[in-house]
């Protein structure tokens, strides 16, 4: 009668622990996340068209005393501040919207670090497309200088555009904080326009209408201390209008909505 004696602790194979995912393959795989869709393609195109686009229309409608680097810059500005922030939007939202959370949060189960590679992700289009638009630019003003016959203005510095890369970036910030509060594509991109349009309108009109509110419409107004950046070099009190405003309207809402995106239930 054979016997069979059951397997030691030394006999069996130790099963390796397999590490957590790495930062750059969560930043790969939200980058390509970015582009999969139809929606995010054409989005991701639309920068470059709204450019070239832009560029066109200064180059033929503008008069020859606009033709500057600062004229194409600002024309290529006003369409990316609107879509920069929707990229942000649809990079947060799209785990909701699709319902691809629960399999994304399955995966990866700390869903800071998934957020943190969407915001980096998210970041690093926002400066890399302003570099395009740069470049677009540049294009643009040699052309239209020469079609116009008028000689090549280069007014635009580092400084200036440094600072419109940062006004830009914040503006994709308000994206990113609205997909982490309202965690839903169509509202948080509602949610956009009435904060970028609706709330300083009403900001204007208070500051038209009401003695009181002019004192405090530099420390409470995020729209207005964002413009300045476009503008000029901002004093010390306008930095530090931006950084209250800042705080009021994009930090404290940001950390709101990262703690529901922490607790709240994916289906």
């Known amino acids: 009668m054979s016997t ?3 397997p030691t602790s030394a006999h069996r194979r130790e099963r390796s622990t397999p590490g957590p995912i790495p930062m750059t393959r969560l930043l790969d795989t939200e980058l390509r996340k970015m582009f999969d869709t139809r929606a995010g393609f054409w989005l991701m195109a639309s920068i470059g068209i709204a450019a070239v686009l832009a ?3 200064t180059m033929l409608f503008a008069p020859d005393s606009a033709q500057t680097y600062e004229s194409y810059s600002t024309a290529i500005g006003f ?5 920069l922030p929707m990229i942000a939007i649809l990079s947060v939202t799209g785990e909701w919207s699709q319902r691809t959370g629960l399999t994304t949060f399955t995966l990866v189960p700390s869903r800071g670090r ?3 590679a ?12 302003m570099f395009v638009a740069l470049a677009i630019g540049a294009v643009g003003n040699l052309l239209g200088s020469t079609l116009n016959g008028v000689d090549t203005s280069w007014n635009v510095d580092p400084t200036q555009f440094a600072l419109i890369v940062l006004a830009n970036v914040l503006g994709m910030l308000i994206g990113f904080m609205l997909g982490v509060l309202v965690r839903n594509s169509a509202g948080a991109i509602v949610g956009y326009f009435v904060y970028s349009f609706m709330i300083p309108t009403v900001f204007g009109l ?8 002019r004192d405090i419409q530099p420390w409470v107004d995020f729209q207005s201390a964002q413009t300045v950046l476009f503008d000029n070099t901002p004093s010390g009190e306008q930095w530090a209008h931006l950084g209250v405003t800042g705080l009021i309207w994009l930090i404290v809402p940001t950390l709101i909505g990262l703690r529901m995106v922490m607790r709240a239930e994916v289906k």
């Open 114 to 116: 998934v957020i943190a």
């Open 118 to 129: 969407k915001l980096l992700c998210s970041l690093g289009i926002g400066v890399a497309s």
């Open 4 to 6: 069979t004696t059951a």
């Open 206 to 213: 208070l500051w038209t209408f009401q003695d009181w509110f």
């Open 79 to 83: 369409p990316i501040a609107v879509i």
């Open 55 to 57: 560029s066109a229309a």
